[in-house]
Each structure stands twice: as structure tokens, then as C-alpha cells.
């Protein structure tokens, strides 16, 4: 069983970075897809970042060139690098996985992913 299970999040000034982290377990694919999303209060979930079994990125663009998305070696652990961060990144932050396919251009819908983790909050203040 798939289980996914993210830290990192906290509260921060803005112009600060975060690192999130997400461990994963149970599963055995070698083809995947692994996505950080978010959800602010009141508003639609929404893709952040993802990345292929190959190291390939990708990022919405409000967040590219602030955010890296990244994964360690064993690629059991999914990173998200968060830098100049701003009021408006504000939300839960949860990680999802897709496995036995690629990202695609698809990668930025909710309903690709079967997995996903509980989240972890940040807050950004101004």
C-alpha cells in the first residue's frame, strides 16, 4: 500500500524559503509521475511542481524560477526548494503519485494522481 507522508511546512516572513519534504513507501513502479500541489483556504486546488522518474521538472509559472522540485537518490523522498516566498504561496501543500506513467502534459491535473499525502501548512506573512 502506497502511503505518502509530508514535513517541512512552517511560517515565514516573506522573502524567506521553506523546504518541503515527501517520503514515500509501498510501492515498487520504476515509471512515474510525483507532484506537489496546494490549496489555500477558499480557493481550488492547485498544481504546483512535478517530477518524472528521470529528474524531468516541471512548474506552473508562478512558482518557476522560485521553486525547485527535486527527489534523492533512492527516489523514495520527493523535495520541494521554496525560495523568495510570497504571502500568495500561502496554502496546504500536499504531495501526489501517479506510478506507471510519465507526467505529461497532463501532469498539472489532481485526477492523474492516485496517491496522495495529508498535507503540511505554510504560511507566508508580509
Known amino acids: 500500500q502506497v502511503q505518502l507522508l509530508e514535513s517541512g511546512g512552517g511560517s515565514v516572513q516573506a522573502g524567506g524559503s521553506l523546504r518541503l519534504s515527501c517520503t514515500s513507501s509501498?510501492?515498487?513502479?520504476?515509471?512515474?509521475?510525483l507532484a506537489w500541489f496546494r490549496q489555500a483556504p477558499g480557493k481550488e486546488r492547485e498544481a504546483v511542481a512535478a517530477?518524472?522518474?528521470?529528474?524531468?521538472?516541471y512548474y506552473v509559472p508562478a512558482v518557476k524560477g522560485r521553486f525547485t522540485v527535486s527527489q534523492d537518490n533512492a527516489h523514495d523522498t520527493l523535495f520541494l526548494q521554496m525560495e523568495t516566498l510570497k504571502p500568495e504561496d500561502s496554502a496546504m501543500y500536499y504531495c501526489?503519485?501517479?506510478?506507471?506513467?510519465?507526467?505529461?502534459?497532463?501532469?498539472?491535473?489532481?485526477?492523474?494522481?492516485?496517491?496522495w499525502g495529508q498535507g503540511t501548512q505554510v504560511t507566508v506573512s508580509s
Open positions: 517530477i518524472e522518474d528521470d529528474g524531468r521538472p
Open positions: 509501498g510501492h515498487i513502479d520504476s515509471t512515474y509521475c
Open positions: 501526489a503519485a501517479s506510478y506507471g506513467r510519465w507526467c505529461g502534459g497532463t501532469w498539472s491535473l489532481g485526477a492523474e494522481y492516485a496517491y
